[in-house]
Nanobody
């Protein structure tokens, strides 16, 4: 299962960006989709995730600023990022896991760079 992410870029502090990530492949049953990020010199960390039923989870440092959503029909997950801060600068990765043809999968996108200038 391949994931492709779009939407990164350069934005000033206080600005907004919207990331999207689509999973390709037939017969997918995606249980969970999420966004992670990795800043230079740091470990990859969870940002937010959403289940197929729409339940969401956010890390404390993005609550109230970021919104995750998904389009199950299109196997696509979105991350609306508002009130961006310089510390949000990172490569953002999407993740999806579930089942395809009775076989489990856990896939990552290629990453998209978000740079927030002060």
């Amino acid at each position: 299962v391949q994931l492709q992410a779009f939407g990164g870029g350069l934005v000033q502090a206080g600005g907004s960006l919207r990331l999207s990530c689509s999973a390709s492949g037939s017969g997918l049953s995606i249980s969970n989709m999420g966004w992670y990020r990795q800043a230079p010199g740091k470990q990859r960390e969870l940002v937010a995730s959403v289940t197929s039923g729409g339940s969401t989870k956010y890390e404390d440092y993005v609550k109230g600023r970021f919104t995750i959503s998904r389009d199950n029909a299109k196997n696509t997950v979105f991350l609306q990022m508002n009130s961006l801060k310089p510390e949000d600068t990172a490569v953002y990765y999407c993740n999806a896991y579930g089942w395809r043809g009775g076989t489990g999968f856990d896939s990552w996108g290629q990453g998209t760079l978000v740079t927030v200038s002060s």
